[in-house]
T-cell receptor, first 111, second 114 residues
Framework: DAKTTQPPSMDCAEGRAANLPCNHS???????VYWYRQIHSQGPQYIIH???NNETNEMASLIITEDRKSSTLILPHATLRDTAVYYC????????????FGGGTRVLVKP | AAGVIQSPRHLIKEKRETATLKCYPI?????VYWYQQGPGQDPQFLIS???????DKGSIPDRFSAQQFSDYHSELNMSSLELGDSALYFC?????????????FGPGTRLTVT
């Protein structure tokens, strides 16, 4: 699976949009970009995933660059409950669908 | 909506004892995954099963074994427990391993080895 690079931490103001970047310059054509988050000691929570098109659901939006070497997760209106570690994961189908967690961005939403 | 169920939620064992963790996937999900998360670490993949067959294996110690049963629930058996096995153990489930179906995680079992 391709390696991802995320900033270790970022702060965000409550009510504002949070933009979380992720670099995955070695991504292969059949690899998806997944985003999960983990609120302190809870099970990781699926947020969104995409292959090459931008995606949006009730939680967030995922913007993938045209060359697919980077992506941005957007939380449109951050709340205090969005404080968590956010993981960007690139997953190859041939890998048996396991998720490889690494680093992540610790997001602190401040009032 | 139904979620992944894990039991027990907390478990305290002594060194060299055995432990069994159980996972009940979301209804209709046929694939289960086990992850281990040590203190201050990221979750690490241990093993996965699809249709009762092992589908992938990560850094799972030889002292650990797992299986998936006919009703799709899974059990992680851990023997000769060591202090370093103290961790959160998460189970996740999904609909199939070969498609880009998201994995849904349970609340975890906190294992403490003393």
């Amino acid at each position: 699976d391709a390696k991802t690079t995320q900033p270790p931490s970022m702060d965000c103001a409550e009510g504002r949009a949070a933009n979380l970047p992720c670099n995955h310059s070695t991504i292969s054509g059949n690899e998806y970009v997944y985003w999960y988050r983990q609120i302190h000691s809870q099970g990781p929570q699926y947020i969104i995933h995409g292959l090459k098109n931008n995606e949006t659901n009730e939680m967030a939006s995922l913007i993938i660059t045209e060359d697919r070497k980077s992506s941005t997760l957007i939380l449109p209106h951050a709340t205090l409950r969005d404080t968590a570690v956010y993981y960007c994961i690139v997953r190859a189908e041939a890998a048996g669908n396991k998720l490889t967690f690494g680093g992540g961005t610790r997001v602190l939403v401040k009032p | 909506a139904a979620g992944v169920i894990q039991s027990p939620r907390h478990l305290i064992k002594e060194k060299r004892e055995t432990a069994t963790l159980k996972c009940y996937p979301i209804p209709r999900h046929d694939t289960v995954y086990w992850y281990q998360q040590g203190p201050g670490q990221d979750p690490q993949f241990l093993i996965s099963f699809y249709e009762k067959m092992q589908s992938d294996k990560g850094s799972i110690p030889d002292r650990f074994s797992a299986q998936q049963f006919s009703d799709y629930h899974s059990e992680l058996n851990m023997s000769s427990l060591e202090l370093g096995d103290s961790a959160l153990y998460f189970c996740a489930s999904s609909l199939a391993p070969m498609e880009a179906y998201e994995q849904y995680f349970g609340p975890g079992t906190r294992l403490t080895v003393t």
